[in-house]
């Protein structure tokens, strides 16, 4: 048997998620849940909650200054999370202490 056209497992399950109009959905559940390996240890020990409004990230912080650092670097890490998506699936991130 010959092989006309092969995928990757992962590129079809994309490609499915992406005709259901689920995909951006399975990416904002994974930013989420990577939370911590955005911001790192520290800054996610003092995060209340994460979630989705549209696609703004709304992040709930039990600390003032790690919010103000988190402010600071705010732009970078919208950069960062869009670019593990390789989509601009983050306009903004609201912070909240």
């Known amino acids: 048997m010959e092989r006309r056209k ?3 497992l992962g590129d079809m399950i994309d490609s499915w998620l992406m005709k259901q109009g689920k995909h951006s959905n399975m990416l904002k559940a994974h930013v ?3 939370w911590e390996d955005f911001v790192g240890k520290p800054a996610a020990r003092y995060t209340e909650s994460v979630h989705f409004v549209s696609n703004e990230l ?6 003032a200054v790690v919010k103000r650092e988190l402010e600071i670097i705010k732009t970078p890490l919208i950069e960062k999370i869009n670019k593990e998506a390789r989509c601009e699936l983050v306009t903004n991130i ?4």
């Not at 709304?58 to 600390?63: F, G, P, Y």
């Open 58 to 63: 709304h992040v709930k912080l039990r600390s």
């Open 32 to 34: 989420v849940n990577r």
């Open 6 to 8: 092969t995928e990757r």
């Open 94 to 97: 609201f912070f909240t202490a």
